[in-house]
């Protein structure tokens, strides 16, 4: 994931909580790694998908529904006749704010991804929901040791740093129709970090958190420091193919899970500060929670060039 070190745009993040890993082991190394709980969380596949379209086409009725109909077959969206003319209404103002939005001077671009035809208030029920909130309330906030934040010395910073051409990133990977945003955010991290200090990039299994981490809520939301928690007490997590996922919650497989690949020992607060952040950052990849409520953050796709 690409991070910039001072981000002045309204589509990146608002820091209200930070978290690093202390202690991290894996097959091969003792490590260190970061988790940076913000306000609300969201994994949204589908960014890359292109789908473009021009002015001509916003012109009438007829030259929209055709719009729409090329929509779904590119996304293979299947829609009853009933349901595409309810949904097609929802469609028309989102193309229209995707348009205007691209028309201005910002950092970002909008597309037409698979969720032009939902509501915001429908993506944000399906794919961007907190607790947050709820879990800092049962459990509030893991602060570091006497130690102190482990990068605050660092003061040497890049303006910006990309993980994914340091190998440290895994391929953009499906959510599906389930709240396991939590599951993802916590396993892009275990998975940076060890391949910084192994450099091996294996894909981890969200799967596992989901099915055996019960005192999170499963596709209903979950956070990450539970999750780490688990990871720690479990002793590892495994593999995606030894554990693969499937977008809902089911029976624990003990059997799979018995298998641990990576494991970790703990994390700590950072200091709810930017330039904390940016010396994580600059360090290693974090694992962010992100108010992904916005209607842009439904359409988003990249930052402008």
Same mark, same amino acid.
């Given at each position: 994931?690409?991070?910039?070190?001072?981000?002045?745009?309204?589509?990146?993040?608002?820091?209200?909580?930070?978290?690093?890993?202390? =202690?991290?082991?894996?097959?091969?190394?003792? %490590?260190?790694?970061?988790?940076?709980?913000?306000?609300?969380?969201?994994?949204?596949?589908?960014?890359?998908?292109?789908?473009?379209?021009?002015?001509?086409?916003?012109?009438?009725?007829? !030259?929209?529904?055709?719009? /729409?109909?090329?929509?779904?077959?590119?996304?293979?969206?299947?829609?009853?006749?009933?349901?595409?003319?309810?949904?097609?209404?929802?469609?028309?103002?989102? %193309?229209?704010?995707?348009?205007? %939005?691209?028309?201005?001077?910002?950092?970002?671009?909008?597309?037409?991804?698979?969720?032009? #035809?939902?509501?915001? /208030?429908?993506? =944000?029920?399906? /794919? &961007?929901?907190?607790? +947050?909130?709820?879990?800092?309330?049962?459990?509030?906030?893991?602060?570091?040791? @006497?130690?102190?934040?482990?990068?605050?010395?660092?003061?040497?910073?890049?303006? !910006?740093? #990309?993980?994914?051409?340091?190998?440290?990133?895994?391929?953009?990977?499906?959510?599906?129709?389930?709240?396991?945003?939590? *599951?993802?955010?916590?396993?892009? *991290?275990?998975?940076?970090?060890?391949?910084?200090?192994?450099?091996?990039?294996? !894909?981890?299994?969200?799967?596992?958190?989901?099915?055996?981490? $019960?005192?999170?809520?499963?596709?209903?939301?979950?956070?990450?420091?539970?999750?780490?928690?688990? +990871?720690?007490?479990?002793?590892?997590?495994?593999?995606?193919?030894?554990?693969?996922?499937?977008?809902?919650?089911?029976?624990?497989?003990?059997?799979?899970?018995? $298998?641990?690949?990576?494991? +970790? #020992?703990? /994390?700590?607060?950072?200091?709810?500060?930017?330039?904390?952040?940016?010396?994580?950052? &600059?360090?290693?990849?974090? !694992? %962010?929670?992100?108010? @992904?409520?916005?209607?842009?953050?439904?359409?988003?796709?990249? &930052?402008?060039?």
């Amino acid at each position: 994931m690409h991070s910039q070190i001072n981000p002045s745009n309204s589509l990146l993040i608002h820091i209200t909580h930070t978290a690093i890993e202390q =202690v991290f082991k894996s097959t091969m190394a003792i %490590v260190k790694f970061l988790m940076v709980p913000l306000l609300l969380f969201v994994l949204v596949s589908g960014l890359a998908e292109s789908f473009e379209f021009n002015e001509t086409e916003l012109a009438s009725e007829q !030259s929209l529904w055709k719009l /729409y109909e090329r929509w779904s077959n590119h996304h293979t969206i299947s829609r009853d006749l009933k349901e595409k003319h309810r949904r097609f209404s929802v469609f028309k103002e989102n %193309v229209n704010h995707v348009f205007t %939005v691209n028309q201005m001077e910002k950092p970002y671009k909008l597309r037409l991804n698979k969720f032009a #035809d939902m509501s915001n /208030y429908e993506f =944000v029920n399906l /794919y &961007a929901r907190s607790n +947050i909130s709820h879990y800092r309330k049962l459990y509030g906030s893991r602060r570091g040791g @006497a130690g102190g934040f482990m990068y605050e010395q660092v003061t040497d910073l890049p303006p !910006s740093i #990309d993980w994914r051409e340091r190998g440290a990133v895994n391929d953009i990977k499906e959510q599906g129709v389930c709240g396991s945003c939590w *599951a993802f955010s916590t396993v892009a *991290a275990v998975e940076g970090i060890n391949q910084i200090k192994t450099g091996q990039l294996l !894909s981890l299994s969200e799967q596992e958190l989901l099915d055996c981490n $019960l005192r999170n809520r499963g596709c209903n939301g979950g956070f990450m420091e539970i999750a780490f928690d688990f +990871i720690s007490r479990n002793g590892g997590v495994t593999t995606e193919n030894n554990y693969p996922y499937h977008a809902q919650r089911g029976f624990c497989r003990l059997s799979r899970r018995n $298998l641990p690949i990576v494991t +970790i #020992d703990g /994390y700590e607060t950072v200091p709810e500060n930017e330039n904390a952040l940016a010396q994580a950052v &600059a360090n290693q990849p974090v !694992s %962010v929670a992100i108010d @992904a409520a916005g209607r842009d953050f439904q359409f988003y796709s990249e &930052a402008s060039s």
